[in-house]
């Protein structure tokens, strides 16, 4: 028999640390590999990370909800392979003190098993990850009426996604209200960890709830860009009345085609992509006094549910027509919300677009997603009379772009320029356009 330690798992670019939200298994489990063992949050993504060995569960050696480094050893199995190397003392030494907490966790997990019986409706020892609470919530599912299909009874995202009322099954006892969260009535931070009013008394209106471990992440990454990064923000009108007609003439054929509807946002996408081609210094980051200049465009897109931004990158958009880049986005908004997004669909982007427009806002300033060196908000499009050539005065379809950029890469000339040619690009669409 062997011991195998269970590592923190790389789960992105520039992340340097995440967080357990929950185990899939427990100690004296058996596991094949691949099996999923836990639950991991870092930098606004959740993900089940597999287990590389057949094997049993040994022990936690990391507690729920503390980021620890990547790399990190957070469990171990015991597996039939035999090898030369064991864990050094010192090793287990430094991780003695939160064996010990971990061991509390699995005491805590073996009480909740006994009294499962008692109390069918408390799953997962009323604790549920991220992404089936947010499944949840916007399906408006009440998480006691699901049965869950997986390990020990756990719900899946699965589940949730195909629950439907009908499903609902009957309690088998009275359970007291409290005992197992609901997620029609309580803010999905109140499912991970235990909210507290600020004054416990029946005339108390005000409720302190800790951040779930998705919000938190999120403040962590806005706290991180505003401290490393000066802001610099510039703003531009754009006239889109050709945008506008075009898309209206192709969304009904490109909806009958594509089966999904074609939005004005990748014809902004293409144009940015286009100006990011012709301005490299606008797709770079800041790294340590140096200037990394990125060969290709990975376009980071905002991508919002009830709850949390989410912002998942196109690979090499640049190799995208406005076509592809519809698919594209439809395809990760969807895995957003679904809750199925990879954490590798949210590595490796090198600038960011924000369709703030959506939200019906004309004017913004973004917090670049670090350690990109600029973000850009479209903001809605609105009929506005403005200046001809010959005097006069003509309706025409505007929008307002509004670029933030890392001041210690870019100036106003740059970011003006990179403006300017969003604007002129955005200018060119006519009826002759290729969208494919």
């Known amino acids: 028999m062997a011991t195998k330690e269970i590592k923190m798992p790389h789960l992105g670019e520039s992340v340097t640390e995440a967080a357990i939200v929950q185990w899939l298994v427990r100690p004296g489990d058996s596991v094949k590999r691949y099996d999923p063992l836990m639950e991991v949050v870092s930098d606004k993504v959740t993900t089940e990370v597999p287990s590389d060995f057949d094997g049993v569960v040994k022990e936690f050696l990391i507690s729920l909800d503390t980021d ?34 971990s061991a509390e966790q699995a005491q805590e997990h073996e009480t909740a098993e006994t009294t499962s019986t008692a109390t069918s409706h408390q799953k997962n020892n009323g604790r549920y990850s991220p992404a089936v609470l947010k499944i949840a919530q916007e399906k408006k599912i009440d998480l006691t009426q699901v049965t869950g299909t997986g390990r020990d009874g756990r719900i899946t995202r699965k589940d949730v ?71 610099a923000w510039l703003m531009v009108e754009a006239d889109v009345t050709n945008l506008v007609q075009l898309r209206n003439s192709l969304k009904d054929e490109f909806k009958q085609q594509e089966g999904l509807s074609l939005s004005f946002f990748p014809f902004f996408a293409k144009a940015v992509i286009q100006a990011l081609k012709k301005n490299p210094k606008i797709n770079t980051s800041w790294d340590d006094g140096s200037i990394i200049y990125h060969k290709d465009v990975n376009l980071s897109i905002a991508v919002t549910t009830d709850e949390h931004l989410y912002v998942p990158v196109i690979q090499q958009a640049d190799n995208y027509s406005i076509a592809g880049l519809a698919k594209e986005i439809n395809r990760l908004a969807q895995e957003v919300r679904q809750g199925t997004l990879a954490s590798k669909e949210m590595q490796g982007g090198t600038f960011t677009l924000n369709n703030t427009g959506t939200l019906g806002s004309v004017q913004s300033m973004g917090i670049i997603n670090h350690p990109q060196a600029a973000i850009l908000q479209v903001e809605s499009i609105n009929k506005r009379l403005v200046p001809t050539a010959d005097g006069g005065f003509k309706v025409a379809d505007m929008v307002n772009l509004c670029l933030s950029i890392d001041h210690r890469i870019l100036d106003g000339q740059q970011a003006g320029k990179f403006l300017r040619d969003v604007k002129d690009n955005l200018a060119k669409y006519n009826a002759d356009t290729d969208v494919y």
Not at 70 to 94: C, H
Not at 177 to 202: D, H, K, L, M, W
Request: charge should be negative.
């Open 68 to 101: 620890v480094p990547i790399g990190t050893a957070v469990m171990t199995l015991e597996t039939e392979e035999t090898t030369e190397e064991t864990t050094e003392e010192t090793e287990v030494a430094t991780l003695a003190p939160v064996k010990e907490a």
């Open 161 to 231: 996604t195909n629950f439907t009322p009908t499903q609902a099954r009957t309690p088998e006892k009275t359970v007291s209200p409290g005992t197992s969260p609901s997620i029609s009535e309580e803010p999905v931070a109140s499912q991970n960890e235990s909210a507290a009013t600020a004054s416990p008394t029946e005339t108390s209106t005000d409720k302190i709830v800790s951040a779930d471990p998705v919000r938190k992440a999120i403040a962590k990454k806005m706290v991180q860009s505003v401290n490393e990064i000066p802001h």
